[in-house]
């Protein structure tokens, strides 16, 4: 029978026992705990393959990762919550993972009106802590510049830089009349502006726009927004939108006999969308999918030849982890390969070696000098990362992809067959 008095003498005794054999190593200290890292996403909505397709394929290099011993003895967790694309949720999301959850660091946020909204907390936060956002999936500018750029590392490209590479595709094929469909939110309104800026720098301008609300869903008409379109007599269009009403635009544009470029950027998730149309396609038998462009800020999952996108398609084929039900809770067709799903890929996979160099005390502290020293880091892809205290984003490049035989193709590949 253990009495008080035991105890009492004892507890000391035990307390500085286990200090002495924890220094000497024969005591697993708490650290071994999971590394919390906290992702908000739409996993639900019009727009839900976005942020299931990031959490695959990030979680396909996570898991490869665990399985064999994780990081200084410990799993890499992704704690995820569902916002549907839409602020608030996003907020209160941020709140819970930062005050209950207790993550390390913020992670894979989807979504530039999600975004821009939760960097003012995030702000706060770093008043009181080190606390950081790793590449969300947009390439708006409120997380690239202050006074909230310091607290956010990007991994892809801006809308600014994809929107300027559409410009100039569109201009070398003599479209100069060019019109923009887009999100009546952060999101559409910062594409929008990067359109107006790409076009004056080379003495042109916007010749139409139609706006439509964020979350419109595949089955709306998209008819008032096209004859807006139709009545300024562009020549292409530049869309900057979610898939669901990008794809019913580029529908109903088509049924009306636009058959001009339509030009998309990378939010719009171009395997979604593209699945739309060929499914209309096939229900209708009219090709939607001729003249349409899509700028890309991470390379084709076709390229096997670079090593990350060869060990991208291995692991999601072996890990292919699907969010949880209570997360997704409508029914969603996963794609086998996804530009998506690679860039979440690529995101875990830079986060990892990250967390490497961070050491295994995983300090908030030193996190931002730590990635800040990073130069010239080959990723696998064939471009190399780069951050620095001015430079917050680690790359610079844009992919532009078309469809070809019901499935998007480098542009670059195209070209050099035709010649």
Do not use: W
Not at 174 to 199: N, T
Not at 276 to 297: E, F, M, P, R, W
Not at 307 to 317: G, H, K, L, S
Not at 318 to 340: C, G, N
Request: charged fraction near 20%; aromatic fraction near 10%.
């Amino acid at each position: 029978m253990i009495t008080r008095r035991f105890l009492t003498k004892t507890f000391p005794i035990l307390v500085v026992t286990s200090l002495i054999l924890l220094v000497l190593g024969y005591v697993t200290p708490s650290i071994a705990k999971d590394i919390r890292i906290g992702m908000s996403a739409a996993f639900t909505g019009p727009s839900r393959g976005l942020g299931i397709e990031l959490f695959r394929g990030s979680m396909a290099c996570f898991a490869q990762v665990n399985e064999n011993g994780g990081l200084f003895g410990r799993n890499i967790k992704v704690i995820a919550y569902d916002d549907g694309y839409n602020p608030v949720p996003t907020i209160h999301n941020t709140i819970r993972l930062v005050e209950e959850d207790d993550v390390l660091l913020l992670f894979n946020f989807v979504g530039t009106p999600t975004v821009t909204r939760m960097l003012p907390l995030l702000k706060a936060y770093n008043a009181q802590r080190d606390l950081f956002l790793f590449f969300p999936f947009s390439g708006a500018q409120p997380q690239r510049e202050g006074p909230y750029g310091e607290y956010v590392f990007n991994l892809r490209a801006s809308y600014s830089q994809e929107i300027d590479a559409l410009v100039n595709y569109l201009i070398s094929l003599g479209r100069s009349r060019i019109a923009v469909f887009y999100q009546i939110d952060a999101y559409g309104r910062s594409g929008h502006e990067a359109v107006l800026k790409s076009l004056s720098k080379r003495g042109l301008r916007v010749v139409g726009e139609a706006t439509y609300h964020r979350g419109t869903a595949y089955d709306t008409s998209m008819q008032p927004q096209v004859k807006t379109i139709r009545s300024s007599s562009p020549d292409s269009i530049i869309a900057i939108g979610a898939y669901a009403a990008c794809a019913a635009f580029i529908r109903d544009s088509r049924d009306a006999g636009l058959n001009f470029p339509i030009a998309n950027v990378s939010f719009v998730d171009s395997e979604n969308m593209l699945k739309l149309l060929l499914k209309t396609g096939a229900q209708t038998g009219t090709d939607y999918t001729a003249n349409l462009i899509n700028s890309q800020v991470v390379p084709s999952y076709d390229r096997t030849e670079l090593p990350a996108v060869a060990e991208y398609r291995e692991m999601i084929t072996r890990y292919d982890e699907m969010p949880p039900k209570s997360l997704t809770q409508q029914p969603y067709e996963r794609h086998l390969y996804s530009p998506v799903s690679l860039e979440g890929f690529l995101n875990a996979k830079l986060l990892v070696e990250i967390l490497k160099r961070l050491g295994p005390d995983l300090h908030p502290k030193i996190i931002k000098s730590v990635v800040e020293s990073m130069k010239e880091y080959d990723l696998g892809i064939g471009v190399p990362i780069s951050f620095g205290p001015n430079r917050h984003q680690g790359l610079d490049k844009v992919f532009l992809t078309t469809v070809e035989e019901g499935r998007f193709v480098p542009i670059a590949e195209r070209e050099e067959r035709e010649h």
